[in-house]
T-cell receptor, first 113, second 112 residues
């Protein structure tokens, strides 16, 4: 049972354009969501998070949107840069429960120069 | 550098054997999490410890066990290894029981 789903295994975007990575979840108990970026041979690194009390959080070029009714979140990267090419994981957690940081399967983003 | 140290980085062993993976969390972090990443799969949550106590359990096999020691480092023990246990094992830490996770570089286990 995949509680966190990233249905697009890969995405290619031109440099300077917007990258939109999507994530869906099924468990309504999740109340905290994070995005991680992973380069080959490295561990995942934290990008941005959002609590369920918000519907948007922005940090520089990265913005995460949360639609609780649709159980959907998305990560927008604007403008996309070649250095953003990596695998992106979304993760969900129920802070008060035992659902600890369930990760999706990842989306491989390639930003073309 | 996340500040989380995992050893060994690479490990090759045979089926039926037992291995121990070690994790040193960031200084001051009380929570340690273990994840398994198999080929083309996401990060599967195995287990979490907070200040020495087991806090949450995920899809961890009975052949696997973990503990967190008083100095807050953690070990993941994998026994009766099978070919399917070949994976990247990540350790992550956080300051408290929730919040941002900081990941180590992983230990790549190959079972032949």
């Amino acid at each position: 049972d995949q509680q966190v789903k990233q249905n697009s295994p890969s995405l290619s975007v031109q440099e300077g354009r917007i990258s939109i990575l999507n994530c869906d979840y099924t468990n309504s108990m999740f109340d905290y969501f994070l995005w991680y970026k992973k380069y080959p041979a490295e561990g995942p690194t934290f990008l941005i998070s959002i609590s369920s009390i918000k519907d948007k959080n922005e940090d520089g070029r990265f913005t995460v949107f949360l639609n609780k009714s649709a159980k959907h979140l998305s990560l927008h990267i604007v403008p996309s840069q070649p250095g953003d090419s990596a695998v992106y994981f979304c993760a969900a957690s129920a802070v008060s429960g035992t659902y600890k940081y369930i990760f999706g399967t990842g989306t491989r983003l390639k930003v073309l120069a | 550098d996340s500040g989380v140290t995992q050893t060994p980085k690479h490990l090759i062993t045979a089926t039926g054997q037992r291995v121990t993976l070690r994790c040193s969390p960031r200084s001051g972090d009380l929570s340690v999490y273990w994840y398994q990443q198999s080929l083309d799969q996401g990060l599967q949550f195995l287990i979490q410890y907070y200040n020495g106590e087991e806090r949450a359990k995920g899809n961890i096999l009975e052949r696997f066990s973990a503990q967190q020691f008083p100095d807050l480092h953690s070990e993941l023990n994998l026994s009766s290894l099978e070919l399917g246990d070949s994976a990247l094992y990540f350790c992550a830490s956080s300051v408290r029981d929730s919040g941002e996770l900081f990941f180590g570089e992983g230990s790549r286990l190959t079972v032949l």
